[in-house]
T-cell receptor, first 112, second 115 residues
Framework: GESVGLHLPTLSVQEGDNSIINCAYS??????FIWYKQESGKGPQFIID?????DKRQGQRVTVLLNKTVKHLSLQIAATQPGDSAVYFC???????????FGRGTSLIVHP | GAVVSQHPSWVICKSGTSVKIECRSL??????MFWYRQFPKQSLMLMAT?????????EQGVEKDKFLINHASLTLSTLTVTSAHPEDSSFYIC???????????FGSGTQLSVL
C-alpha cells in the first residue's frame, strides 16, 4: 500500500503487479511534464514526458496520464519488476522554459 | 543516448576548504546547464542555471559567492563550493540541456561530505 513518511511517500508492491504513482503539480500554467526515476546514489533518469495538449501517453511498460482539471499526473508501470525500485519524481515546466520544477517524489519498493 | 559525466562521484573534505565539481556533456553541446542540491529522502532543489559564456543565474537563497559556477564551454560547467562547512554536505546533481533538441540529461551526482 501507500504511506506517507516524514519526507517521502512510499509505495510497496509485489513483483508483477501494476504500480500507479501519483503527483499533484502546482502551476496550472505548466505545459510540459516529465517523469524521472532516481536510483539510490544516482542522478535522475528520464522515463516519459507529456505535453499539456495530451491526456495520455504510453511508453514501454509505462503510461503517463495527465488531468489538467485537477492538476494531477500519474505514472503507471505495468508488470512491476524489482529493478523498478527507485524514487520517482514528476517535474513540471512552464511556457517552454525547460527548467523543470521537481515534485516531492515517491519511493517505489518492489517485493520479489 | 546522451551522456552527462559528473566528477567526482563523491568527495570528503575538511571544513574551510573548497571543492570543485565538474559536469560534462560528452556527446552533445549544452548552452545551458543546471545545478541541483538534494538532501536525503527529499526532492531536487534547483540552485542555479549556468549559461555558456555568461554569468550564472542563482535561485533565491543560494549564495553566489559560496557556490561559484563557471560555464566556459559548450560541454563543461563547474560548481565550486567555497569554504565548505558541514552544512554544505549534500548530494549535488548537474543537468545539461541539449542545445538542438532541448532535452535535459542528468549527471550521476556528487556526494559531498564536509568534516
Amino acid at each position: 500500500g501507500e504511506s506517507v513518511g516524514l519526507h517521502l511517500p512510499t509505495l510497496s508492491v509485489q513483483e508483477g503487479d501494476n504500480s500507479i504513482i501519483n503527483c499533484a503539480y502546482s502551476n496550472s500554467a505548466s505545459d510540459y511534464f516529465i517523469w524521472y526515476k532516481q536510483e539510490s546514489g544516482k542522478g535522475p533518469q528520464f522515463i516519459i514526458d507529456i505535453r499539456s495538449n495530451m491526456d495520455k501517453r504510453q511508453g514501454q511498460r509505462v503510461t503517463v496520464l495527465l488531468n489538467k482539471t485537477v492538476k494531477h499526473l500519474s505514472l503507471q508501470i505495468a508488470a512491476t519488476q524489482p529493478g523498478d525500485s527507485a524514487v520517482y519524481f514528476c517535474a513540471e515546466n512552464l511556457g517552454g522554459s525547460y527548467i523543470p520544477t521537481f515534485g516531492r517524489g515517491t519511493s517505489l519498493i518492489v517485493h520479489p | 543516448g546522451a551522456v552527462v559525466s559528473q566528477h567526482p562521484s563523491w568527495v570528503i573534505c575538511k571544513s574551510g576548504t573548497s571543492v570543485k565539481i565538474e559536469c560534462r556533456s560528452l556527446d552533445f553541446q549544452a548552452t545551458t546547464m543546471f545545478w541541483y542540491r538534494q538532501f536525503p529522502k527529499q526532492s531536487l532543489m534547483l540552485m542555479a542555471t549556468s549559461n555558456e559564456g555568461s554569468k550564472a543565474t542563482y535561485e533565491q537563497g543560494v549564495e553566489k559567492d559560496k557556490f561559484l559556477i563557471n560555464h566556459a564551454s559548450l560541454t563543461l560547467s563547474t560548481l565550486t563550493v567555497t569554504s565548505a562547512h558541514p552544512e554544505d554536505s549534500s548530494f549535488y546533481i548537474c543537468s545539461a540541456r541539449d542545445r538542438f533538441n532541448e532535452k535535459l540529461f542528468f549527471g550521476s551526482g556528487t556526494q559531498l561530505s564536509v568534516l
